[in-house]
């Protein structure tokens, strides 16, 4: 797992995937938020815009993916989420070949506060629990970069 600003996006040059999409992030005027997903490369890099209200921890489940890596990067508002190995949590729906997603149940090892302009990265063995309010349900703006797992 990775959290970081999109300040520092030139610190991830080597990666040619992850530096595409936070160079992409980067060059959006700011607070805005695409109306559709977009495919970069086929099958390698693409995202979504999300829009949600986040909600008590309680209404929140852990998800992972096994085929691409989930970089979340927040245009508007405050989302907490919460990570985990997968490893160390009971699975609650079995994965998804097709959907690329499974759930587990279990405790996070960690927290964060993800503003606008911040951005982490979730890899296969990152359960991660997303759409966590801080104090009281808020608005999200965000969007998902899904990055082929190599």
């Known amino acids: 797992m990775i959290f970081d600003s999109i300040d520092n996006k030139d610190s991830y040059k080597h990666f040619p995937l992850l530096f595409q999409a936070l160079d992409f992030l980067s060059n959006l005027p700011e607070n805005t938020l695409p109306s559709t997903g977009t495919i970069l490369i086929e099958d390698q890099l693409f995202f979504n815009p ?8 309680s209404e ?6 096994r ?7 927040i245009v508007e508002g405050v989302e907490r989420i919460g990570t985990a190995d997968i490893t160390a949590l009971t ?5 998804s070949e097709e959907k690329d997603i499974g759930f ?10 993800l503003k606008p ?14 759409a966590i309010m801080s104090d009281r ?3 999200i703006k965000k969007i998902v970069f899904k990055i082929k797992a190599q």
């Open 91 to 95: 699975e609650t729906v079995p994965y």
């Open 67 to 73: 085929k691409y890596i989930d970089l979340h990067y």
């Open 50 to 57: 999300v829009t949600l209200v986040s909600k008590p921890e």
């Open 137 to 139: 349900p808020a608005p």
């Open 104 to 113: 587990f149940a279990g405790t996070a090892d960690g927290y964060y506060n």
């Open 117 to 130: 302009g911040q951005f982490m990265l979730c890899f296969p063995h990152d359960a991660h629990k997303v």
């Open 60 to 65: 929140c489940i852990f998800e992972a993916h």
